[in-house]
């Protein structure tokens, strides 16, 4: 899959904030196409629909810990679905433990960041991402 400005990109945070924060990074490397969700369980659905519908998101960026659905059942819940387990899925944390990131990466994230973070950090970990 390639980057293009138009990929279409949930980010999903249960913090307002941070989802803000994170899409005016997305928009300023250039990403133009955002759906924000405040939590996993608020996510889920938006995700089945967007592929039901024939649009799917094309990238997932989403916090760990959040309320009702964490973004590691998220992961989880993609990975485990035959149409969508390709996604690809960034994971955000403030937990920057050696052994969480090895559950992230185990349970299926494309790549790990840890907050706080900068454009330039999340850019660089997108392009990890999209030029496997």
Same mark, same amino acid.
């Given at each position: ?7 279409? @990109?949930?980010?999903? /945070? =249960?913090?307002? $904030?941070?989802?803000?924060? &994170?899409? #005016? ?8 196409? @955002?759906?924000?969700? /405040? =939590?996993?369980? $608020?996510?889920?659905?938006? &995700?089945? #629909? ?12 989403? /916090? ?69």
């Amino acid at each position: 899959m390639s980057l293009k400005a138009t990929m279409k @990109i949930i980010v999903v /945070d =249960d913090m307002s $904030t941070m989802r803000k924060i &994170i899409k #005016k990074m997305l928009n300023q490397i250039g990403f133009t196409n @955002i759906t924000e969700a /405040d =939590d996993g369980a $608020t996510a889920w659905p938006l &995700i089945q #629909k967007a592929h039901a519908d024939g649009e799917p998101f094309e990238f997932i960026v989403s /916090d760990w810990n959040m309320p009702t659905m964490t973004g590691l059942d998220l992961v989880k819940a993609v990975r485990a679905s035959e149409e969508l387990k390709k996604t690809p899925f960034l994971m955000i944390t403030a937990e920057a433990e050696q052994g969480n990131v090895v559950i992230a990466v185990k349970a299926g994230v494309s790549n790990f960041i840890v907050k706080p973070f900068s454009a330039e950090v999340l850019k660089e970990k997108i392009s990890k991402i999209f030029n496997k």
